[in-house]
């Protein structure tokens, strides 16, 4: 063989099948959509032909959308001379022990874009801060204080690791690849937001502190913000008071005090924020953006939970991304590109009653949420070239 000859040994795979009744089957894609490149994945001989073996069930499309996405940042950070070591994925979370009985003894596969949905003590607030735990401890130091905590994580970046970590009365060990280690250097930024966050909005060094950055990152990352948003259109800063110009269908809303908001809309600016953060982050370190039922305020009409993921799917770009809510309506609404798991009810019973980490929802009233926003709360502005109404 000359030098310069080459051997091309890649495969042009699908990751839904081409064909009805193929490997990881339609996936509610047309016949148009799965022949689109983005329902493709280029793999070496090896793994393009065990990724269609047994009809396709020893890897899912979840998997597959996970390498293609991971592979193609890791591709990107190389062309732009960025650390390879950045790109990552938490691949599973292992409960032997934990607050709601439900999760205890499960293993969760997580994909790039996952969903978990059931209802309220069923264990998707306390799955979130597991997942979180690797990064920041002290939330399994909090649940150790009413009931042991067992745990193990599995993450690859991109060699595989595990973490078993172990909460007691407040105290947490971990086990770092087989070996006792004081505490685990962040493998990942975990970026967790719950309703309690919602006004934080309104604050920029209590929105700093939440996404777990200084204030001047946190006024960098909103400067970013208006070119990509589909409805903030300013941001300003008034000590430490933001001040959010928002576009509400035409109508433009300068907001001088964010509790007037309502839920819906002040959910809506936080995630807007966190989409951008993850993107941004991303590029720095494995990031895995986690959502505890903030969707829950996009229950009506039912399309606006089908634009929030679709939004998220988008803006998050190669962060990892967990969407926790109670409404049904997020399955319906998560696409092909998202991976579901239902949780079901089950009361744990500790000493000293029931415990339970989801959040209270408040049931959203759109129609007082966009009126009543004259006055010292909210400016009413026109839009410049139209005519008042």
Same mark, same amino acid.
């Given at each position: 063989?000359?030098? /310069?000859?080459?051997?091309?040994?890649?495969?042009?795979?699908?990751?839904?099948?081409?064909?009805?009744?193929?490997?990881?089957?339609?996936?509610?894609?047309?016949?148009?959509?799965?022949?689109?490149?983005?329902?493709?994945? $280029?793999?070496?001989?090896?793994?393009?032909?065990?990724?269609?073996?047994?009809?396709?069930?020893?890897?899912?499309?979840? &998997? +597959?959308?996970? $390498?293609?996405?991971? !592979?193609?940042?890791?591709?990107?950070?190389?062309?732009?001379?960025?650390?390879?070591?950045?790109?990552?994925?938490?691949?599973?979370?292992?409960?032997?022990?934990?607050?709601?009985?439900?999760?205890?003894?499960?293993?969760?596969?997580?994909?790039?874009?996952?969903?978990?949905?059931?209802?309220?003590?069923?264990?998707?607030? *306390?799955?979130?801060?597991?997942?979180?735990?690797?990064?920041?401890?002290?939330?399994?130091?909090?649940?150790?204080?009413?009931?042991?905590?067992?745990?193990?994580?599995?993450?690859?970046?991109?060699?595989?690791?595990?973490?078993?970590? =172990?909460?007691?009365?407040?105290?947490?060990?971990? *086990?770092? #690849?087989?070996?006792? *280690?004081?505490?685990?250097?962040?493998?990942?930024?975990?970026?967790?937001?719950?309703?309690?966050?919602?006004?934080?909005?309104?604050?920029?060094?209590?929105?700093?502190?939440?996404?777990?950055?200084?204030?001047?990152?946190?006024? @960098?990352?909103?400067? +970013?913000?208006?070119?990509?948003?589909?409805?903030?259109?300013?941001?300003?800063?008034? #000590?430490?008071?933001?001040? $959010? *110009? +928002?576009?509400?269908?035409?109508?433009?809303?300068?907001?001088? &005090?964010?509790? $007037? %908001?309502?839920?819906? %809309?002040?959910?809506?600016?936080?995630?807007?924020?966190? @989409?951008?953060?993850?993107? +941004?982050?991303? !590029?720095?370190?494995?990031?895995?953006?986690?959502? #505890?039922?903030?969707? &829950?305020?996009?229950?009506?009409?039912?399309?606006?939970?089908?634009?929030?993921?679709?939004?998220?799917?988008?803006?998050?770009?190669?962060?990892?991304?967990?969407?926790?809510? !109670?409404?049904?309506?997020?399955?319906?609404?998560?696409?092909?590109?998202? =991976?579901?798991?239902?949780?079901?009810? !089950?009361?744990?019973?500790?000493?000293?009653?029931?415990? &339970?980490?989801?959040?209270?929802?408040?049931?959203?009233?759109?129609?007082?949420?966009?009126?009543? /926003?004259?006055?010292?709360?909210?400016?009413?502005?026109?839009?410049?070239?139209?005519?008042?109404?």
């Amino acid at each position: 063989m000359s030098p /310069r000859q080459t051997v091309n040994i890649g495969v042009a795979a699908h990751i839904y099948a081409a064909a009805s009744g193929g490997p990881r089957g339609a996936g509610g894609l047309s016949a148009t959509e799965r022949s689109e490149p983005e329902n493709g994945i $280029w793999c070496c001989f090896k793994h393009g032909k065990a990724i269609d073996s047994d009809g396709g069930r020893i890897y899912s499309a979840a &998997d +597959l959308q996970a $390498w293609k996405r991971l !592979h193609e940042a890791r591709k990107a950070a190389e062309v732009n001379g960025a650390p390879l070591h950045n790109i990552g994925l938490v691949e599973s979370i292992s409960v032997n022990s934990a607050p709601v009985a439900s999760l205890e003894g499960r293993t969760f596969d997580l994909a790039m874009r996952n969903v978990f949905i059931g209802p309220s003590a069923s264990g998707k607030s *306390v799955l979130t801060r597991l997942i979180a735990s690797v990064s920041y401890p002290d939330h399994v130091a909090d649940m150790s204080r009413c009931r042991d905590v067992d745990m193990a994580v599995r993450w690859f970046d991109p060699h595989t690791h595990d973490v078993i970590t =172990t909460g007691r009365r407040g105290q947490v060990t971990h *086990v770092l #690849d087989g070996r006792p *280690v004081p505490y685990v250097a962040r493998p990942y930024k975990t970026i967790l937001l719950n309703g309690m966050h919602r006004n934080c909005v309104g604050n920029i060094v209590k929105l700093a502190h939440t996404f777990d950055l200084s204030v001047s990152a946190m006024k @960098g990352t909103l400067s +970013l913000l208006c070119s990509q948003s589909n409805f903030v259109r300013a941001v300003h800063y008034e #000590d430490t008071r933001v001040r $959010w *110009v +928002l576009d509400i269908n035409g109508r433009i809303l300068d907001v001088v &005090d964010i509790q $007037w %908001l309502g839920n819906h %809309l002040q959910s809506s600016i936080l995630l807007e924020v966190a @989409g951008i953060h993850a993107q +941004l982050h991303a !590029h720095v370190e494995p990031t895995f953006l986690l959502i #505890d039922e903030l969707l &829950d305020f996009y229950r009506h009409p039912p399309s606006a939970q089908v634009d929030v993921l679709d939004r998220l799917q988008r803006a998050a770009e190669h962060a990892q991304v967990a969407i926790v809510g !109670h409404s049904i309506g997020l399955v319906e609404a998560a696409s092909s590109g998202w =991976t579901v798991t239902a949780m079901e009810y !089950h009361p744990s019973t500790i000493s000293g009653g029931q415990i &339970d980490f989801e959040v209270a929802i408040e049931e959203p009233n759109a129609e007082k949420q966009l009126s009543n /926003r004259h006055g010292h709360y909210a400016q009413s502005v026109e839009p410049p070239g139209q005519p008042p109404t």
